[in-house]
Each structure stands twice: as C-alpha cells, then as structure tokens.
T-cell receptor, first 113, second 111 residues
Framework: NAGVTQTPKFRVLKTGQSMTLLCAQD?????MYWYRQDPGMGLRLIHY???????AKGEVPDGYNVSRLKKQNFLLGLESAAPSQTSVYFC????????????FGPGTRLTVT | RKEVEQDPGPFNVPEGATVAFNCTYS??????FFWYRQDCRKEPKLLMS???SGNEDGRFTAQLNRASQYISLLIRDSKLSDSATYLC????????????FGKGTKLSVIP
C-alpha cells in the first residue's frame, strides 16, 4: 500500500517549457488536491477534484491545468513555466466527506530558471 | 486577511519545556479544526483533531475557543523529535471539499 505517490521528485525547467506532474493514490479516495508551498506563504490550493472527470479551481489556479481521467490519478500541467512557479508541489487525497483528513504525497520540488 | 493565521515562529524551546501555539480563524462558519505536522522537507501529516470539547493525545492537547475564534496546541515535556512545523487547518463541515491551512508555526526543540 503505497499511499500517495508523486512523480517526479525533482525537476528543473527553463522558462516557457511545459511539464506534467503525476499524482497517484491507491486508497480509493474520491477527492484529490494539488497544493503549492512557498516560504512564508504556506500551503495554497491550486486545483482539486471530487471525482473522476471533475475538477475545480482552488486559490491559485492561474498558469496550471489539471485532469482526472482515472480515479487514482490526478495530473497537474504547466503549459508555459514561469520563475514564479518555482515551488514545492504537494498532491493530497481524502475520502468523500472526510476532506479534513488529507493524505499527502512526498512532494515535487520544481525550479524554473 | 488570510482565513487562518498563525505565528510563524520559530519557537526555540529546551527539551522538557511546555510550548503552546495559537491559531486564529476568521470564518465563523468553520466547524472543525485540525493540527497537521510537517517535518523539514517532508509532507504534512494529520496530527490531531480539535473539537468543541478539545482533544488530548499523550503530551499533546488541542483546545478550541469559538467565542474568540482561536485554537491552540499545547505540547508538554517537549522532545527533540517534536521539532517540526505545525499547521493549523479549518474545515467548514460536511459537504465541504477543502481544508484551509495556516502558514505554520516552526518549533525547534533544543537539547
């Protein structure tokens, strides 16, 4: 039982490049989330999903897109990376009705130069 | 103004000390509250829940004061292994999809 996994763990991008971060969970959770964490800013919600095929915007969605084609996977895309997107990205998941108990992945450290 | 606010610290305390963190929230619709712990360069993990009557788990006690809209976390007999960042989170209740996190309070327990 791996819990929540994220790939890649580290990545360096040049400005304007694109990439996709993959989150996978094996707990059969309905809800999934993408956060970014920056020094002094705390955890900020980018996008979330309450089920397969549905996504919604969080607090800081600009510059990101997401997809949830399968229940266990939640993808975060950066179409044209900017230095302001340098951050640590965490994926999380929870059961429906228990959004307070979120299980986080180990994070992806992204640097955009 | 952020919905959930915490003193960022750092709190530097000697082993064996008692330390308390506070967290204030602005959304009176928030129904329940939680403390998450985040070790350096790791992911956050749920530490404990805070309900109206408070909650105690070993050396950790969490209290809620609805009138003043704040919650607290008390750690007694601090251990070196308690060194981490503690995140406060607010939940609006059944039907809500999100947690609102504070920025975290960093604790360093010193030998």
């Amino acid at each position: 039982n791996a819990g929540v996994t994220q790939t890649p763990k580290f990545r360096v991008l040049k400005t304007g490049q694109s990439m996709t971060l993959l989150c996978a969970q094996d707990m059969n959770h309905e809800y999934m989330y993408w956060y970014r964490q920056d020094p002094g800013m705390g955890l900020r919600l980018i996008h979330y999903s309450v089920g397969e095929g549905t996504t919604a915007k969080g607090e800081v969605p600009d510059g990101y897109n997401v997809s949830r084609l399968k229940k266990q996977n939640f993808l975060l895309g950066l179409e044209s990376a900017a230095p302001s997107q340098t951050s640590v990205y965490f994926c999380a998941s929870s059961y429906r009705g228990r959004a307070y108990e979120q299980y986080f992945g180990p994070g992806t450290r992204l640097t955009v130069t | 103004r952020k919905e959930v606010e915490q003193d960022p610290g750092p709190f530097n305390v000697p082993e064996g000390a008692t330390v308390a963190f506070n967290c204030t929230y602005s959304n009176s619709a928030s129904q329940s509250f939680f403390w998450y712990r985040q070790d350096c360069r790791k992911e956050p993990k749920l530490l404990m829940s805070v309900y109206s009557s408070g909650n105690e788990d070993g050396r950790f006690t969490a209290q809620l004061n609805r009138a003043s809209q704040y919650i607290s976390l008390l750690i007694r007999d601090s251990k070196l292994s308690d060194s981490a960042t503690y995140l406060c989170a607010a939940y609006s209740g059944a039907g809500s999809y999100q947690l609102t996190f504070g920025k975290g309070t960093k604790l360093s327990v010193i030998p």
